[in-house]
């Protein structure tokens, strides 16, 4: 049986520790390795992963890409799961993971992103983001959509076997934003990209701190000057909430 190690990159995430922490609790089977890695937080995200039994790695200089090679360069698991602090996942996700990538045929997958609040449900935005899975590699890699790549962010938990993530040379760590998208434009070269019917929740609160039509727009001008290749200064479009 495929192991399975969680790597979770984070920055100032301390509110959001507590629950994440509850929810790879819940999972069973457990995953063989779970890998907090710090990209240089100024709040209590690192002594709190500590005191909740996390293993923390933390990586200079930040970025999310970075923090992904690395946390994926330390691991000790043959698949992995590249899990955001603020997604949370089914408890039988180890399982359905390593079930997934039983298929050889599949470099790398991820799971259907619900955006929801405490009192609200994204509905709009959920199914915004599905679609674009779809749309996005058809509009801007059209030869890559039809080899079976899609376009998974962040917020779907993708995962992948660690040696076809290091063939293609990991996530660009110059990359601010996009990098799961461009991961999956090279590692399709590996196999085909999955979105797989099973769902993991994870918090709106970009939307809610920016209103759902204006975070569909950022959402939309970050993904069209990506798939133009106008990367300079993309992370500018994107700032960070938490």
Same mark, same amino acid.
């Given at each position: 049986m495929s192991t399975?190690?969680?790597v979770i990159p984070v920055l100032n995430e301390a509110s959001t520790l507590p629950r994440l922490a509850r929810n790879l609790a819940s999972l069973e089977p457990q995953p063989n390795e779970v890998i907090v890695v710090d990209g240089g937080s100024d709040d209590d995200t690192v002594s709190l992963a500590q005191s909740l039994g996390l293993k923390v790695i933390e990586q200079t200089p930040a970025g999310r890409a970075r923090q992904i090679n %690395?946390?994926? =360069? =330390?691991?000790v698991s043959n698949l992995i799961c590249v899990l955001h602090a603020d997604t949370w996942l089914p408890d039988d996700a180890v399982s359905v993971i390593q079930a997934t990538m039983l298929d050889q045929k599949t470099a790398l997958a991820g799971f259907t992103a619900i955006l929801a609040g405490d009192k609200t449900t994204r509905w709009v935005t959920s199914l915004h983001n599905w679609a674009k899975t779809w749309y996005a590699p058809l509009l801007f890699r059209p030869h890559l959509f039809f080899k079976g790549c899609r376009l998974l962010f962040g917020d779907h938990a993708m995962f992948f076997r660690k040696e076809q993530f290091q063939a293609v040379g990991g996530c660009d760590p110059e990359m601010m934003v996009m990098e799961?998208?461009?991961l999956c434009v090279k590692i399709v070269s590996q196999g %085909?990209? %999955?979105l797989i019917n099973r769902i993991v929740e994870t918090s709106d609160r970009?939307?809610?701190?920016w209103g759902e039509l204006k975070a569909n727009w950022i959402y939309l001008q970050v993904g069209i000057r990506w798939g133009?290749?106008? %990367?300079?200064?993309?992370?500018?479009?994107?700032?960070?909430?938490?």
């Open positions: 399975l190690t969680i %690395r946390g994926v =360069e =330390e691991a799961e998208a461009d %085909r990209v %999955r970009r939307v809610a701190a133009l290749g106008l %990367r300079k200064r993309l992370g500018d479009q994107y700032p960070d909430v938490r």
